[in-house]
């Protein structure tokens, strides 16, 4: 492409909301294939609240909330954030763990008032040898419903469980079905359980989806898919999704997240729309089109 239509896409980029790093960017993003979508924070607002808490053994529910607030008050997982704000509004007793330890991918751990006590997920109580088929109805039951649902154990036992609900963007939906529409194929890749992540990417018809995966596995991922031939782009926020940003063949980076996203970004989303990627697209395919 000329310097000058480079220039015109980039400005008319710009006035929209995507900033477009360069001429490379926007060449390169006019041949990806893949577009790989993060969810928490991509999809969705990012900002979950608390919906349900549920006693199982012998302690009640605001016991459940009190115990999940003490360990999350030293996390700084988003999870973290919903947890503690619905602590706060339902003005359960604050208490206070020591021994903090936040487990990557997992939840976290701690001790209160002298038990240990643990919030995450299923791998989390599987490592603590916690059996949770007892409730498996019930959280299959809210993540159909595209919440994330995390185990209480108190002392060696499952004491209850929390679910936080994330809101889809208003401007998902139409933004998928437009991203589908200028020829992208789109997978979903979230660190969330496989039946919440699926129930989320039903709501927006997407048909690909990778649970349960770390930052080194959605940077695998694109390896995996540029060993496959396909060229790679990762949309995602926050620090959590550099790695995977910078492997892509294009990182689009929300406009909300961490400087070090944004960086490694070739594409960064000023307002966190995805429907600036449909803009994107569509300029740096009429751009490459015009030089042929
Ligand atoms: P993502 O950021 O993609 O949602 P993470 O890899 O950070 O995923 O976490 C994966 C899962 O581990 C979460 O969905 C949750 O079940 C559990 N988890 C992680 N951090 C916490 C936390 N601070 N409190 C409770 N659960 C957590
Ligand atoms: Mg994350």
Redesign the pocket.
Known sequence: ATPMSIMVATGRGAQAGVLIRDAEALERFAKVDVLVL????TLTEGRPSLTEVIALGDIGEDRVLAL?AA??RG??????DA?LSGAEERDVERLDATDFD???????RGTVDGAPVA??????MEDMGINVAQVETQIAELQDEGK???FLAAEGRLAGI?AVADRIKETTAGAIRDLHGVGLRIVM?????QR?ADAVARKLGIDEVRA????EDKADLIAELNAEGFSVAMAGD?V?DAPALAAADVGIAMGTGADVAVESAGVTLVKGDLRGIVRARVLAQATMRNIR
């Not at 993060?38 to 924070?41: A, L, Q, R, V, Y």
């Not at 890749?189 to 359980?193: F, P, Q, R, V």
């Not at 349960?212 to 930052?215: I, N």
């Open positions: 993060d969810k928490t924070g999940a360990l999350e996390s700084e997982h988003p999870l973290a947890i936040a487990v990557t991918g997992k939840g976290v919030l995450g997920n299923a791998r989390l994330t649902a995390m929390v890749a979230t660190g969330d359980s919440t349960g995966v770390s930052p926050g959590n």
